[in-house]
């Protein structure tokens, strides 16, 4: 199943996240299909920024959204 997640990049203490579309099987910073966007959590205000057109493709084709990128998409 192709799930549309967050995988976590930066240095320690110091988060910063892609918004991806991988399959559900993969870890979480695994091998992913495409990056849709970026979220950081570190700035203020946060930073969130994604590719509403791809988002609604992969949703279309069947992609669920993971519980933290769906709170994060209706900010």
Same mark, same amino acid.
């Given at each position: /199943?192709?799930?549309?997640?967050?995988?976590? /990049?930066?240095?320690?203490? !110091? @988060?910063?996240? !892609?918004?991806? +579309?991988?399959?559900?099987? #993969? !870890? !979480?910073?695994?091998?992913?299909?495409?990056?849709?966007? %970026? %979220?950081? @959590? /570190? +700035?203020?205000?946060? +930073?969130? #920024?994604?590719?509403?057109?791809?988002?609604?493709?992969?949703?279309?084709?069947?992609?669920?959204?993971?519980?933290? +990128?769906?709170?994060?998409?209706?900010?």
């Amino acid at each position: /199943m192709t799930v549309i997640r967050l995988t976590r /990049m930066g240095r320690t203490k !110091r @988060p910063f996240y !892609r918004i991806v +579309v991988t399959d559900s099987r #993969k !870890r !979480r910073d695994g091998g992913w299909i495409e990056s849709i966007g %970026y %979220y950081n @959590p /570190m +700035v203020e205000p946060e +930073v969130i #920024k994604f590719d509403a057109e791809r988002l609604a493709y992969w949703k279309s084709v069947g992609a669920k959204l993971s519980d933290k +990128v769906a709170s994060i998409i209706n900010k």
